[in-house]
C-alpha cells in the first residue's frame, strides 16, 4: 500500500509509514543498535553489528515492505513484512503476512512499543485480506519466543538450517497468529 500512513495512539503517540530510500540508513543504525542491546543482554547467535547493510532492506522494499515508527520526528522503530517466506516456511498459500526484524529505538522507545509495531503489523496484514500473521524466532532464545506466546502467537513449528543473510544457517521455532476478526 504505497503512501499508506496511520497514527497509532497507543502506549506511545507513533506514526507509521513505509520507508524508502532516504530512511536506509536510519534502518541499518536500528538493526545495528538493536544487535548490539541484544548481545549486551546476553543473547548471542541472533543478530550481530554490521551483518546487513542498505542493500538487504532495499531488496525487501522491492519484494515486501519495511515499515518505521516515528514519535517526534525520529525512528523509533521498524519491521519487515513480506508476502511470502519459502526459506522458513515453504511454499504457502497466500493467506499471511510474515513479519522480521521486529526492532526499536531502545534508548528512547518506552516500554511497550514492541508491543504496538507488532499490533500495527498484524493490522496491515488483515488489511491486506490474510488470515495470518507469521514470523520465526532463534530456536535457542527463549525470551523472544515467550514474548511473542504473550502477543497471542503459537508455535506451530520448528525450521532447521534456516539460512541466514551472511551467516551460517539457524534453527528457528515457527510461530503464527489469526488476525481474521482484527478488522472487526
Not at 520526528?73 to 511454499?91: K, M, N, S, T, Y
Not at 508491543?115 to 493490522?123: G, H, I, T, Y
Request: glycine share 10%; hydrophobic share 40%; proline share 5%.
Amino acid at each position: 500500500m504505497p503512501g499508506y500512513l496511520c497514527e497509532d495512539r497507543g502506549v506511545n503517540d507513533l506514526r507509521f509509514r513505509l520507508a524508502d530510500d532516504a530512511d536506509l540508513a536510519a534502518v541499518v543504525r536500528l538493526r545495528d543498535d538493536a544487535a548490539r542491546w541484544m548481545l549486551a543482554q546476553g543473547v548471542t547467535g541472533q543478530w550481530q553489528p554490521g551483518e546487513l547493510g542498505e542493500d538487504h532492506f532495499r531488496r525487501i522494499m522491492k519484494s515486501g515492505e519495511v515499515w518505521l515508527a516515528e514519535a517526534a520526528d525520529r525512528v523509533a522503530g521498524a519491521w519487515e513484512l513480506w508476502w511470502e517466506d519459502e526459506d522458513a516456511w515453504g511454499p504457502q498459500p497466500p493467506t499471511a503476512g510474515y513479519v522480521h526484524r521486529l526492532m526499536v529505538d531502545r534508548g528512547s522507545a518506552p516500554a511497550g512499543t514492541g508491543r504496538q509495531l507488532l499490533r500495527v503489523a498484524e493490522r496491515r496484514v488483515a488489511e491486506a485480506g490474510r488470515p495470518l500473521v507469521r514470523l520465526d524466532c532463534l530456536a535457542t532464545n527463549a525470551r523472544l519466543s515467550a514474548y511473542y506466546l504473550n502477543a497471542g502467537y503459537r508455535v506451530v513449528g520448528h525450521k532447521e538450517g534456516k539460512r541466514q543473510p551472511g551467516g551460517t544457517p539457524k534453527s528457528f521455532t515457527l510461530l503464527e497468529k489469526s488476525v481474521r476478526d482484527d478488522l472487526r
